[in-house]
């Protein structure tokens, strides 16, 4: 097939360089897609609900089916998708195992903005759920597409990030530098604040000391951002630093997060690893987590180290210092 990436790096495994340039390809298409979108309401139109009860776009459906439709005569025995109740069985040849999201954040397509497709490759074992079912640590490479004001691909090996931008006049990507590691200092932080009554109450207690800015015990302003798009939020964060946290919290089908390890959380975690920064389900690296079904969720807080760690301060607390008013945490002015 007529690749749509340049500049694979030298000595990359070639069944794993097909499969990649296979995704880079459905995502220049997509991008094009996209950008018609107001062309062709259809593509923004409901679709009902995935398997796991989340709505869909009509491009949801077709973003799925165009990265199957690309697989499944190459490397990849098994295509584990948001849009799957259970594991794909493409070519029983293939070597490697495929776990996607094809099109993540698509409840912003009418109100353009930005979407992306995220993914992560594994060794293939003997069965689909055995494939997918591991730690991130054992990825082979993950990567997301960007579809906005430049589509962008952000691809790891393994070995620090790599960074593609579509053009749109060849419908190739190509190669530009890469982000510099993500930053230590920044005054932003991601989350949904609407959700503050159901927090875990280390959660309420890091963001009180955010919004007391400088008159808080962190003695700093912060701005907060949230965009209810992991892909812009991952490509902000991996840009110019911060923190973003979707914690667990009372609500019901909340209780263990609302991101999904296999095709969402692991393969960000593992370019933003990459990327000198940490991502955690608020204790724990999220790379070490083993999901125990496909559509496993669980709690995301990722970004830069020093601020994902300082969250993990917060679970260490007692229960009366994080219900205290920020004015007595003073051990977290930095």
Not at 83 to 91: A, G, K, P
Request: include cysteine.
């Amino acid at each position: 097939m007529t690749s749509a990436l340049d500049e694979i790096p030298a000595g990359t495994d070639p069944a794993l360089a097909d499969t990649v340039t296979r995704i880079a390809g459905v995502a220049a298409d997509l991008a094009r897609r996209i950008a018609r979108g107001g062309l062709d309401e259809a593509l923004g139109a409901a679709a009902g609900t995935n398997t796991d009860g989340d709505a869909q776009k009509a491009l949801d459906v077709i973003a799925d089916e165009a990265f199957m439709a690309a697989l499944k005569d190459g490397a990849v025995r098994h295509y584990a998708s948001e849009e799957q109740d259970s594991v794909i069985d493409l070519n029983a040849a293939g070597g490697l195992a495929v776990a996607i999201d094809p099109l993540d954040g698509s409840s912003n397509i009418d109100t353009n903005v930005s979407i992306g497709t995220i993914f992560g490759i594994h060794r293939a074992e003997a069965t689909g759920t055995a494939s997918v079912l591991k730690p991130g640590r054992d990825l082979l490479a993950a990567g997301y597409a960007i579809y906005g004001p430049q589509c962008c691909l952000l691809l790891s090996f393994g070995a620090g990030l790599l960074k593609y931008v579509l053009d749109p006049v060849t419908g190739r990507f190509r190669p530009v530098p890469p982000p510099a590691p993500i930053p230590a200092d920044s005054t932003e932080y991601a989350i949904n604040a609407s959700n503050y009554r159901h927090w875990p109450d280390p959660i309420r207690a890091y963001v009180d000391d955010r919004v007391a800015g400088a008159e808080g015990p962190t003695g700093k302003n912060f701005n907060m951002r949230w965009i209810a798009s992991l892909v812009a939020e991952t490509h902000r964060i991996l840009t110019r630093g911060g923190i973003f946290l979707y914690p667990a919290d009372g609500r019901k089908g909340y209780e263990r997060g609302r991101l999904r390890l296999v095709y969402e959380c692991a393969p960000i975690a593992f370019l933003v690893e990459q990327a000198g920064g940490r991502a955690t389900d608020g204790i724990q690296p999220i790379l070490d987590a083993v999901p125990d079904r496909l559509h496993a969720r669980i709690p995301f807080v990722f970004g830069s180290a020093n601020k994902v760690a300082r969250v993990a301060t917060y679970h260490d607390l007692p229960d009366q210092e994080t219900a205290a008013l920020f004015g007595n945490r003073g051990l977290f002015r930095s």
